[in-house]
């Protein structure tokens, strides 16, 4: 066994690469940017080591820093986590070069299973399913036009060295392909550093149903399914295992496919193989296509390890050290039930974009598994992956573990940034999901109900005028003891709430003795027997305050501003004239010019953030006045970009 192995990543996963290693007496090293240097992953490692600029291309996929930080280290292997160097046939033949053992797969495998088109043609000679579509070298844009003819529309372009739907498009008419493709190979070009695509059909009533693989660069095992149909912008969402629906007779027969999918490039170490599964009529052996494998440890994998009682990164470190698989596919087994969330800094209601801020609060309920790479007071840095956590959660049955994964979303807790939790918690409890019937488009079919940002009843905003006031502790524990001689104190707060100011008066009548107005209701808060009541509910909210932006936890996280009294609105703003970036980003291209005539709608710019591309659009009819930034520019959320000449200047 290794005694000391240095890990290439960052956030989660590098953590949870450290807790068992450190379980297994095995001394870590981490890795770390300039933004990272007081990162939770810097923390739990026995040795730290800095790497680099903030952007990755300058820290961790510098593989030759990271090679030689673990040499000088003295680790003896190099764990990839995901993303990043994980999947780079070339930084694994450097490891192995240096003397080091790469905790995966070999550069060989890697690079069979790199390449989507590649990896079908090698997968059909394995006998493993395969979508029909076209995986060949001809890029000509007029000649993949014909291709998607021949297969017939919908299609899906795809990215030939992507993954995490990243230069990937779906394609229901053929007007739409040229736009549709080129933005795909950008994409793609962006974040593999490859255009290349390739272009398959697309499977209606589709579901996302991958299989987990371990093998030991002879032969594999499977540790059964996982579910990964709840997907937006083809991102996952929420993943279970095992899949709702399957029967022993398709679990079987993609067991089997996965295994003979790993065994043919003699893999070693865990793996995924992905298929396409058509869910119309049911789950059916003759039902199911290889869409990829992802030759890595994956995001979702505490959900296997929930229902296995296998610790998979145990597993790696055990056979990168030479021995052998530590179970047989007939000591394999499921138990129970299990879901994972991910949670997001991110804004639902504007479309998913990625958010930036410092988290204020972080709390989880102790009855879910939570992998996490941040704490309480870090920041959510624009350079990488938002996510703040994994929540996952383990019971007998789906319905118990399903109405546990609702629970746990509804009693976390995160301040200082907006976050997808209201989303996940409204997912968990959305009937189709409950009752079982997934498939990849089922958020998009419910999105308006799903992303419906949560409105706070009168009661919690009475709460949230209090603590405003600082008449409440923010943890809900007995406040401070208050004088009031001849009448009442009155108090007056302002707050914004979902884009609408709410004015409250609070009256104190005595030590923990409150009259709240707000809107048209009028509450009796008080404190009395060890606990908060409004009127005869008694309380069991938490807040957080970060400078004028409060949150108050109560079954759902509700974010109000405060309004400070010297606020003031700018009058001179430019209104719905400014064309301003949503996130922080790149400027990948602008389409506008000064004196150019635009319709709203029209495509104005790309905005590239956290690896994705985001079209920024012209909110109105109208003229640019002027382009503010050039290709290229980093810009912060809520910088200027485009501006229109004001309307009354159109119309003249």
């Known amino acids: 066994m290794f005694e000391k192995i240095l890990i290439a990543n960052r956030g989660e996963i590098a953590c949870r690469v450290m807790e068992t290693a450190r379980a297994m007496g095995v001394k870590t090293v981490a890795v770390f940017s300039d933004a990272d240097a007081g990162a939770k992953h810097v923390a739990l490692a026995d040795q730290a080591v800095h790497i680099g600029g903030a952007a990755p291309a300058e820290s961790y996929l510098k593989g030759d820093v990271i090679i030689a930080a673990a040499l000088e280290a003295g680790a003896q292997g190099i764990h990839p986590g995901y993303g990043f160097l994980s999947e780079n046939p070339e930084f694994v033949e450097a490891v192995e070069a240096a003397g080091l053992t790469f905790i995966g797969p070999s550069a ?17 000679k394995a006998n493993v399913p395969v979508v029909p579509g076209y995986h ?113 007779e398709m679990r079987a027969a993609m067991g089997q496919a996965a295994v003979r999918a790993a065994e043919a490039i003699n893999y070693k170490g865990a793996g995924t193989i992905e298929f396409i599964v ?103 840095s624009p350079w990488y992956d938002p996510m703040i956590a994994k929540l996952v959660v383990h019971g007998p049955t789906r319905d118990v573990a399903l109405t546990q994964l609702e629970r746990a979303l509804r009693w976390t807790e995160v301040g200082g940034t907006v976050t997808n939790v209201s989303f996940l918690a409204l997912l968990a409890a959305q009937p189709d999901f409950v009752a079982g019937n997934v498939d990849t488009g089922l958020i998009e079919r419910h999105l308006e109900t799903l992303a419906q940002q949560p409105s706070a009843c009168t009661k919690s905003r009475a709460i949230a005028a209090l603590t405003a006031l600082g008449l409440r502790p923010m943890d809900g524990s007995a406040p401070a003891e208050t ?130 591309e985001h079209a920024l659009l012209a909110p109105r009819d109208g003229v640019v006045a002027e382009v503010m930034v050039a290709d290229g520019a980093q810009v912060e959320d809520g910088s200027a970009l485009i501006v229109l000449e004001d309307e009354a200047e159109d119309a003249a």
């Open 108 to 124: 060989e495998a890697i690079r069979a299973m790199g390449l989507k088109d590649a990896a079908k043609v090698l997968m059909e």
């Open 136 to 248: 060949g070298a001809n890029q000509d844009a007029a000649f993949l036009a014909e291709q998607a003819e021949a297969i017939g529309y919908p299609v899906l372009i795809k990215a030939v060295a992507g993954g995490g739907g990243k230069g990937m498009r779906l394609v229901e008419k053929p007007a739409d392909f040229a736009d549709a493709l080129a933005s795909a190979q950008g994409e793609a070009s962006t974040a593999f550093g490859n255009p290349d695509v390739l272009i398959e059909k697309f499977v209606t009533s589709p579901r996302h149903i991958e299989v987990q693989v371990f093998g030991d660069g002879t032969n594999a095992v499977h540790l059964f399914e996982r579910d990964c149909s709840l997907q937006r912008r083809h991102q996952k969402v929420i993943e279970e295992a095992p899949a709702p629906g399957m029967t022993e």
């Open 278 to 380: 058509d869910g119309s009529d049911g789950l059916r052996p003759d039902g199911f296509w290889f869409m990829e494998m992802n030759t890595r440890l994956q995001v979702e994998h505490p959900v296997t390890e929930a229902i296995t009682g296998v610790d998979l990164v145990e597993w790696q470190l055990r056979v990168a050290a030479g021995e052998p698989l530590p179970k047989s596919q007939e000591a394999l087994t499921i138990t129970g039930h299990a879901f994972e969330a991910r949670i997001y800094a991110e804004d639902v209601p504007k479309g998913f974009l990625p958010a930036t801020g410092t988290l204020s609060h972080l709390t989880f309920p102790p009855e879910a598994r939570v992998d996490s790479g941040v704490r309480a007071g870090d920041t959510i």
């Open 483 to 612: 004088l009031v001689l001849w009448s009442p104190l009155t108090f007056s707060v302002s707050l914004v709430h979902n884009d609408a100011q709410i004015d409250v008066s609070v009256q104190v009548n005595g030590t923990g003795d409150f009259t709240v107005g707000v809107d048209d209701a009028t509450h009796a808060v008080t404190y009395r027997h060890g606990a908060w009541w409004v009127d005869s509910t008694k309380v069991l909210a938490r807040t957080a305050r970060e400078a004028q932006e409060l949150t108050v936890f109560w079954g759902n996280s509700y974010r109000f501003h405060v309004v400070d009294p010297l606020e003031r609105e700018d009058e001179a703003a430019a209104g719905g004239n400014v064309i301003a970036a949503p996130m922080p980003g790149v400027v990948k291209a602008i389409f506008a010019n000064p004196g150019q005539a635009v319709a709203q709608g029209d495509r104005l710019a790309i905005l590239e953030a956290m690896k994705m």
